[in-house]
């Protein structure tokens, strides 16, 4: 390494004349500082004030980020609904059917196993059904798998077909 450098300085900066090596000197001491103003320091003084002001938004995530593996946790350890066979699957469908005024509208309810259930309803309100569906999702975690809507020519009026299941929620 130290032969190279010789062999560079001699071919290039030996053979200059004293008033090149003069000027090229003086460019360079009049170039460094700018240089480092603008490969060293500019960027990492426009990076640093970036991220000071990205920092309370950061920190705010982070919080959030705590907040939810705290809400992962606690709900690792909640007890797994049972799964119901088909035929409780019915009960309870027909039975919240009941409470919440929809069993007219049921035309067609029939237990496909193994935990499955296929519905039809001909004539309902959309809302209705959505409050339903919500409800039987929250309280008895029954949820719909596949859902066919059809709207009617009633406004808010809707024909649905759906496939509902019971257990936990993949």
Do not use: C
């Amino acid at each position: 390494m130290k032969t190279r450098w010789q062999t560079f300085k001699k071919r290039y900066w030996d053979n200059r004349k004293a008033s090149e090596r003069r000027t090229i000197a003086l460019g360079t001491l009049a170039l460094t500082p700018l240089l480092f103003y603008f490969l060293l320091w500019q960027p990492s003084h426009f990076a640093g004030t970036r991220l000071r002001a990205q920092l309370p938004e950061m920190r705010s995530q982070a919080a959030h980020l705590h907040t939810q593996a705290a809400e992962a946790e606690a709900l690792r350890h909640l007890p797994h609904p049972a799964v119901l066979d088909a035929g409780a699957l019915k009960t309870d469908v027909e039975e919240s059917s009941m409470r919440h005024h929809m069993r007219d509208a049921i035309t067609n309810l029939e237990a496909q196993q193994p935990n499955a259930l296929r519905i039809t309803l001909m004539t309902v309100s959309f809302e209705q059904w959505l409050n339903w569906l919500r409800s039987l999702q929250q309280e008895q975690h029954i949820r719909a798998e596949s859902i066919g809507i059809t709207a009617l020519p009633q406004p808010g009026m809707v024909k649905i077909s759906a496939t509902l299941t019971n257990g936990a929620v993949p």
